[in-house]
């Protein structure tokens, strides 16, 4: 793989040398969060100093960048000497940012909202407003429209810990993708090709295909609850309380949990108590999101090259995984890793947890 080495002086890029040679390249790029890259290469003293100061890794074929974090020189008369270097994607820079405290209340705000709204706070040039930590080669594209409304409060938080919190929750994956003279902030969702749809051509893991090893199957209630009651800010009767409970449930089928959230507050008043009651309803729904009935589904995916990335899937999308017994999970290609090395290019994508799902081929 051809690697642009970009060098960043008084906010300009400048491509100071191409590499298209190396030892091995580990390349990683992840949904939704920051990836990673590692270049092991023979070393020179002009190549040592290509990577002095604030240097970027661009390629031609993948929208990634890259930081160079690392810089380790290995001396060896006997066996050469090697350059390994290491870091991670554009991404990275919203780890860099703290938000000291955000609060979002008010009806119709979405997740993307929020999302571009602490992006252009934290990270993008505005001549109007003066903000130190703003950097001008950074934009960020339009929006998408997603529509996930959702309320938040953040404290002490960095910007990827915000950014992540959303996409997580409503399946977004965000990139810096390198426009030429920068990078660009973009929000986007995968492609579903698993067995949930009929649009998409699938993608499937299965024996049938031989791209399925072992697999293994594990079904749990003894975590499960499907009501709540949680405590917000107050002292004795005047403790806020809410009640989530499921319509229609009663007997043994009710399950209820206590959630003490007396650290969510309701902004000195500024939340009136409708508002105060809603996020704390949100959090216990929240909440009770991770204490469902778990199936876990997992296993070995095997021949990487039944289907071609780009092609056939794209970081984000969602596939299907059907085992010899007829279980059938679904699950999203979080993380594609490539590999250049003396055994020639691999690429490996890495699934979420397997979520089993109820399907039946039609005859």
Known sequence: MLLNILKLENNIFTRIAII??????IWVKRFNNNGEFELYIKASEELYEFFQGDIFITRDDRDTGMIVEKIKLTTDPENGDYLTISGRSVEAIMLWRIIQRAVYSQANTTAEMIIRDQISRQLIYNPILINPGAIPWISIAAAQG?????TRQYTGKSLMDIVRDLCVTFDYGFQFVWTGSGFEFQL???TDRSF???ENTFVVFSPEFENLGNTEYLRDTSNYANGAIIGG???GNDRTFVWVMPEGVEGYQRRVIYIDARNTSSDNGSLTPKQYKAMLAEQAKEQLELRKVTTEFN?????YNSYTYGVDYNLGDKVSIKNSYGIVGN???TEITEVEDENGYRLIPTL???TVVDYEEEE
Request: aromatic share 12%; net charge negative.
């Open 352 to 354: 979420s947890e397997w």
């Open 196 to 198: 949930d749809q009929s």
């Open 146 to 150: 997603y529509a996930d409304e959702v």
């Open 233 to 235: 800010e107050g002292e």
């Open 299 to 303: 296993g070995e995916i095997l021949n």
């Open 188 to 190: 986007y969702k995968g």
């Open 331 to 333: 699950a999203v290609i």
């Open 20 to 25: 298209d040679y190396a030892t091995s390249i």
